[in-house]
Nanobody, 125 residues
């Protein structure tokens, strides 16, 4: 089982930046895929960005393309999310999640079996 722990959330003004980090345990970058999700008040959980199993590429939701960057450090067993040009709409609880299905979609929450506890991002206008 993969264990995940997020950190780095906080409060920032619109236009600012934050960097989130997800510490992993039991994660195998060759077999697992991993992603950042977020859930705002009264909203459904949605994918933000992810890394394909085998580290062969990254996925970004349209709403964050050009502003967010996801990266993985296999030596440190971490996955980071650099968030720039933050908007009030980016405010949410951010979760790290991983899965190991042979066929999966980043925008399908049910394809992810392991989840962290989340870290909150607040963006003030």
């Amino acid at each position: 089982q993969v264990q995940l722990a997020e950190s780095g959330g906080g409060s920032v003004q619109a236009g600012g930046s934050l960097r989130l980090s997800c510490a992993t345990s039991g994660y195998n970058w060759r077999r697992n895929y991993i992603a950042w999700f977020r859930q705002g008040p009264g909203k459904e959980r949605e994918v933000v960005a992810g890394i394909y199993s085998g580290g062969i590429g990254s996925y970004y939701a349209d709403s964050v393309k050009g502003r967010f960057t996801v990266s993985q450090d296999n030596a440190k067993n971490t996955m980071d999310l650099e968030m720039n040009k933050l908007k009030p709409d980016d405010a949410a609880m951010y979760y790290c999640a991983a899965g190991d299905k042979s066929r999966y979609r980043f925008d399908r929450v049910t394809d992810f079996s392991d989840w962290g506890q989340g870290t909150e991002v607040v963006v003030s206008s």
